[in-house]
């Protein structure tokens, strides 16, 4: 397998054979690439812009991020794998601006329809409203007609989110008039406001209890459940998605079944909703695809399908499938059934493998070693008896790729491991940063060897 530097190298002499200069990103995690463009028009909702030169960053081997000019910014990543030469890149770079503008044009058309006013923003890349009684520059943007961004000034001027999505609010067809869009906007804002200051008197009574304990090198981070959505239509189900992330799942998005694949690469999600069309294959065949990434024995699949099909439903439950659902998805209904499937063991299985890693858990004097890992957990080799529940912060010290990963663990069981080693079963709680790609790669490297068997 080549080593990230290979692979970066690679790129580099790939577009710099296009005429591309590049140069690494201060770090080395990416390239930095400057693209002259031929065609230096780019249309906008309101009069041309002309764009001389475009910055890009590289994501991994196949894909880039527009960094500059600032409008270019807002386009979503794009596939440049496949691409022969720097035309091709700046084609792909004009269509996904054409889609962005008409986008935006059909926003300025809604709000137009609602009674809205209205006005460009960010280099005429995003369309932006004010909000009556807020600060005229607390304006809330939109990317295109089912979501809103909410400003950080105004209400928000001081509010520490835990996730900069939560900024992002859905709009849906229930919103008819400008009225509606006020307060559909002023609820998620005061909702915000109330989950900051409950927070915070939350963190001032742990720091009184913790006043004499062993301090913790971060806060505690409350274990969020990753729901991965797969497929064409669930992915565009705004309101879904929000209220699977306000009722505390961490939502990743995947069009089809090869992203969906490449999600696993990053982080380990315990539960996927996917449509039952997936344009190539289907939400069946992913069922089986997931089985065979390295690592994962079983991680439950519920299929959605536009109405329901007796045979689709046998077929689904003939491979495994965790449930099998129709259209419009009411998620408050089926809240206590999501719960339920994630916090079902067998429902979902991470292959456990016999390694020994050194482990420093923060407050201890000697490391620990553990008797099993897996993309889960581990279970750690230890006289010490600590009830369920604890939270501790630990990093491993992967020797084998030169690298340590830290994370913040939370003990589910206490047993003897075959008999003989006592030791604690703790459950991956958080990674810090982007350790968590890393300890994936490490179980892949693992994975050719022979398993330990499924817990």
Known sequence: MPSDEATQ????????????????MPGGRCLVGRLRLQRTVFETTSHPMRVDEVTFAT??????????????????????????????????IHLAWQRHVAQLQRAESWLQRIGTSFRSEEDRSLVGFG????????????????RAVLPGRGPLRGVSLQRAEDRVVALDSRITSGVDLEIHVSNRLDELVRLDSRLSRQRQREARREETAIPEPQP?????????????????????????????YSVQLAPAEREAIGIFDRCSPELVLADVQLGRSEGIDLIQSLRQVPGIEEVPV???????????AEAARRMGAAGYLVYPIDVPKIAE????????PRRRRFTRYDRRV??????????????????????????????????????????????????????????????SQPGLGVRFNAFAGRDEPVFIEYLRNLHPERPAPAI
């Open 302 to 312: 519920i299929l959605l399908d536009a109405k329901r099909r007796e045979d689709r």
């Open 131 to 146: 909000l009556t009684g807020v600060d005229p520059e607390a304006r809330v943007r939109m990317f295109d007609v089912h």
């Open 358 to 419: 050194p482990v420093h858990v923060h407050g201890e004097s000697r490391p620990l070693l553990t008797g099993a890992i897996g993309r889960g957990g581990m279970f750690l080799a230890t006289d010490d008896d600590l009830p369920a529940r604890t939270v501790r912060s630990c990093r491993l010290a992967l020797s084998e790729i030169d690298a340590s990963v830290e994370v913040q663990v939370e003990v589910i069981y206490r047993a003897l491991r075959n008999d």
């Open 220 to 248: 505690r981070v409350e274990r969020a459940p990753t729901v991965l959505l797969v497929g064409p239509r669930i992915t565009r189900e705004q309101t879904c998605i929000e209220s699977l992330r306000l009722r505390g």
């Open 337 to 344: 059934r999501l719960s339920r499937i994630v916090s079902e």
């Open 59 to 92: 994501v991994g081997s196949e894909r880039a991020k527009c960094l500059k000019p600032r409008a270019l910014f807002q386009l979503p990543i794009l596939r440049i794998r496949d691409c022969r030469d720097a035309t091709e890149i700046e084609a792909r």
């Open 9 to 24: 190298e690679a790129v580099k002499r790939r577009l710099e054979g296009m005429g591309i200069a590049m140069r690494p």
